[in-house]
């Protein structure tokens, strides 16, 4: 907290005092919910059910009739007994088994024996364990189950008499005006957006609630017009952000229609903003970049939503409003974080990556950011989001933002803040000599360090050749520190697949690619090295791979080029011994 501002440290004050205001006030309408009338308008039958367009496993439904809940890299085995009586292994865990969603692997199997199973488990917490257990009447997990009630109501009403259909109507009942009651407790960003859109779903869906519908349509565009902005991209600067919420406004935008309801403009809009971002964001191999809690790339979720797009326009290449670039040429992709840090109460997922890039060729990733697996985040989530699991420049091993770690802002926040990171991001792009060119600079370095980093990558049209320069400035009016004081470590990690050999001239790294492709790395300055990192978003979980590691001292070697080629060493040293010689004179 010592590094942070007087309006920083203000301001995450108030965002502590908020969030502990917020819990208090879902902890009381959760103490009230049992005692409130049901609406004064009936809720007593369900008018539609909105399509679940997440991917599911009828094998799944074979594990959870045996008892097996699987979640979250975490398996529970009950033995006869409730899944809710169980110990949680996890929090996500907890989240997952009292979010339903699991209900539609059970949906998948359509069989008796599947659905009296869903019935059962539905009727289990309804009955015994809804009034217990906080967790599951944390506004985010409320909005999640019920949306999987709304989802799953064919599969667990399709067998239930009128006494447990009225039931079933009465707790869902229950459960939306909590939701409306709790909404500003509600954790900001996607958890936030997906109370609102499960509100309006309960609107549209349920017979009697006519008179939530408009306020439920504006506030719904009023979340979208505040987090979705004018480039597609989500205000968190999450990847997998736009994915989460595509996932339920797609839905959204059926059930309007099939209730003879025009969708509002700003949710068709919003939609068509966001999907080109989805491919603004894929390498090659169809995996997304990993910036700012980007995990494992869920393919067969990204397979469904684009079904949806009817434009399948091309990406764009400046998303200057989500703070990214991407550059192709001829198969080969570069992308580019250039974006300040999201707003501090979106910010628990964000990373310290400024001025970090991918680099892909063909279906071939070759450097990457570290990214975060997609069970156990909580193990390596600090890591995770550290400058240095980033392929960019680290001083003296410090982060270029301060992650909030403390257990009463985590407790409050749902998760660690990044605060305090670059105040001005400046990007620039330019085409130049057969080369796309982005300028950037970035002061998260300044207030600590009196330095500024600035970063050029130049990838040619022909995409053989990322040519790449980082210099450090001092800072305007800034005073350096004493000498010794400002080591870099320039980092490139490599995806796992990449073979990576120093060779004996000390500033070349040959790459070998799986497809035999071979690119070369090299700099005439610094001290190259290779050391160990791992790749965390691995479909399999975390791996071990290679980062390229160029280390000086701002001081005596302000400036760095580098270059990544796909071209042989000795063609490489060729190459370069050409460009040092001066030419004879005829």
């Given at each position: 907290?010592?590094?942070?501002?007087?309006?920083?440290?203000?301001?995450?004050?108030?965002?502590?005092?908020?969030?502990?205001?917020?819990?208090?006030?879902?902890?009381l309408?959760?103490?009230?919910?049992?005692?409130?009338?049901?609406?004064?308008?009936?809720?007593?039958?369900?008018?539609?059910?909105?399509?679940?367009?997440?991917?599911?496993?009828?094998?799944?439904?074979?594990?959870?009739?045996a008892?097996?809940f699987?979640?979250?890299?975490?398996?529970?085995?009950?033995?006869?007994?409730?899944?809710f009586?169980?110990?949680?292994?996890?929090?996500?865990?907890?989240?997952?088994?009292?979010?339903?969603?699991?209900?539609r692997?059970?949906?998948?199997?359509?069989s008796?024996?599947?659905?009296?199973?869903?019935?059962a488990l539905?009727?289990?917490?309804?009955?015994?364990?809804?009034?217990?257990?906080?967790v599951?009447?944390r506004?985010?997990?409320?909005?999640?189950?019920?949306?999987?009630?709304?989802?799953?109501?064919?599969?667990?009403?399709?067998?239930a008499?009128?006494r447990?259909?009225?039931?079933f109507?009465?707790?869902l009942?229950?459960?939306?005006?909590?939701?409306r009651?709790?909404?500003?407790?509600?954790p900001?960003?996607?958890p936030r957006?997906q109370?609102?859109?499960?509100?309006?779903?309960a609107a549209?869906?349920m017979s009697?609630?006519?008179?939530?519908i408009?306020?439920a349509?504006?506030r719904?565009?009023?979340?979208i017009?505040?987090?979705?902005?004018?480039?597609?991209?989500?205000?968190s600067?999450?990847?997998?952000?736009?994915?989460?919420i595509?996932?339920d406004?797609?839905?959204l935008?059926?059930?309007?229609?099939?209730?003879?309801?025009?969708?509002?403009?700003?949710l068709?809009n919003a939609i068509?903003?966001?999907?080109?971002?989805?491919?603004?964001?894929?390498?090659?191999?169809?995996n997304?970049?990993?910036?700012?809690?980007?995990?494992?790339t869920?393919?067969d979720?990204?397979?469904?939503?684009?079904?949806?797009?009817?434009?399948?326009?091309?990406p764009?290449?400046?998303?200057?409003?989500?703070?990214?670039q991407?550059v192709?040429?001829?198969?080969?992709?570069?992308?580019?974080?250039?974006?300040a840090?999201?707003p501090?109460?979106?910010?628990?997922?964000?990373?310290?990556?400024?001025?970090?890039?991918?680099?892909?060729?063909?279906?071939?990733?070759?450097?990457?950011?570290?990214?975060?697996?997609?069970?156990?985040?909580?193990?390596?989530?600090?890591?995770?989001?550290?400058?240095?699991?980033?392929?960019?420049?680290?001083f003296?091993?410090?982060?270029s933002?301060?992650?909030?770690?403390?257990?009463?802002?985590?407790?409050?926040?749902r998760?660690?803040?990044?605060?305090?990171?670059?105040?001005?991001v400046?990007?620039?792009r330019?085409?130049?000599?057969?080369?796309?060119?982005?300028?950037?600079?970035?002061?998260?370095?300044a207030?600590?360090?009196?330095?500024?980093?600035?970063?050029?990558?130049?990838?040619?049209?022909?995409?053989?050749?990322?040519?790449?320069?980082?210099?450090f400035?001092?800072?305007?009016?800034?005073?350096?520190?004493e000498?010794?004081?400002?080591?870099?470590d320039?980092?490139f990690?490599?995806?796992?697949?990449?073979?990576?050999?120093?060779?004996?001239d000390?500033?070349?790294?040959?790459?070998?690619?799986?497809?035999?492709?071979?690119?070369?790395f090299?700099?005439?300055?610094?001290q190259?090295a290779?050391e160990e990192?791992?790749?965390?978003?691995?479909?399999?979980?975390?791996r071990?791979?290679?980062?390229?590691?160029?280390?000086?001292?701002?001081?005596?070697n302000?400036d760095v080029?580098?270059?990544?080629s796909?071209?042989?060493?000795?063609?490489?040293?060729?190459?370069r011994?050409?460009?040092e010689?001066?030419?004879?004179?005829?």
């Open positions: 907290m010592s590094r942070l501002s007087a309006a920083e440290r203000v301001n995450l004050s108030w965002l502590v005092v908020r969030g502990a205001l917020n819990r208090l006030v879902a902890s309408a959760r103490r009230q919910i049992f005692y409130w009338p049901l609406f004064s308008a009936k809720a007593d039958r369900l008018v539609i059910a909105p399509q679940d367009l997440r991917t599911a496993d009828a094998t799944r439904a074979t594990e959870i009739y008892g097996r699987a979640f979250a890299g975490k398996t529970v085995t009950c033995d006869a007994r409730s899944p009586d169980m110990v949680a292994p996890s929090d996500e865990w907890a989240e997952t088994l009292l979010g339903f969603g699991w209900l692997h059970l949906r998948a199997a359509e008796g024996i599947t659905r009296a199973n869903a019935l539905v009727n289990e917490w309804m009955s015994i364990r809804s009034r217990s257990d906080p599951a009447w506004p985010d997990v409320v909005a999640r189950r019920i949306m999987s009630f709304l989802c799953q109501s064919p599969l667990i009403l399709h067998d008499d009128m447990f259909y009225r039931k109507l009465r707790s009942a229950r459960q939306v005006r909590y939701l009651r709790s909404l500003p407790a509600t900001d960003g996607v957006f109370a609102v859109i499960a509100l309006a779903s549209l869906c009697g609630q006519s008179r939530h408009k306020r349509t504006r719904l565009v009023q979340e017009e505040r987090q979705i902005l004018p480039d597609g991209g989500h205000i600067r999450n990847p997998n952000a736009v994915i989460e595509l996932f406004l797609l839905p935008r059926q059930v309007y229609t099939a209730r003879n309801l025009a969708p509002p403009p700003a068709l068509d903003r966001m999907m080109p971002m989805l491919r603004f964001f894929r390498h090659g191999d169809g997304f970049a990993l910036f700012n809690g980007m995990g494992p869920p393919h979720a990204l397979t469904t939503i684009l079904a949806y797009d009817d434009a399948r326009g091309a764009v290449a400046n998303a200057a409003y989500s703070g990214y991407r192709e040429a001829e198969g080969t992709v570069l992308l580019m974080e250039t974006g840090p999201p501090l109460e979106m910010s628990q997922e964000a990373h310290a990556g400024c001025l970090s890039f991918e680099l892909s060729a063909r279906s071939q990733r070759i450097v990457v950011n570290c990214g975060l697996p997609s069970s156990g985040r909580d193990n390596w989530r600090q890591v995770a989001r550290a400058t240095a699991a980033h392929a960019t420049v680290v003296n091993d410090t982060s933002a301060h992650i909030v770690e403390t257990q009463l802002v985590r407790s409050l926040m998760g660690a803040p990044l605060i305090g990171g670059p105040k001005k400046d990007v620039s330019a085409e130049q000599d057969d080369a796309i060119v982005l300028t950037t600079s970035h002061d998260g370095y207030d600590r360090f009196g330095i500024v980093h600035q970063r050029t990558l130049a990838l040619a049209a022909d995409g053989r050749s990322l040519q790449g320069r980082d210099i400035v001092p800072d305007i009016g800034a005073s350096l520190p000498a010794g004081a400002l080591a870099y320039i980092r990690h490599l995806h796992p697949l990449v073979k990576a050999t120093r060779l004996t000390g500033d070349t790294v040959m790459l070998v690619l799986p497809n035999r492709d071979v690119w070369t090299e700099t005439g300055q610094g190259v290779l990192s791992v790749h965390l978003a691995g479909l399999e979980g975390p071990r791979t290679t980062q390229i590691v160029v280390s000086g001292d701002a001081r005596t302000p080029r580098w270059s990544l796909n071209v042989p060493p000795s063609e490489a040293r060729a190459r011994r050409q460009e010689e001066p030419e004879l004179p005829l």
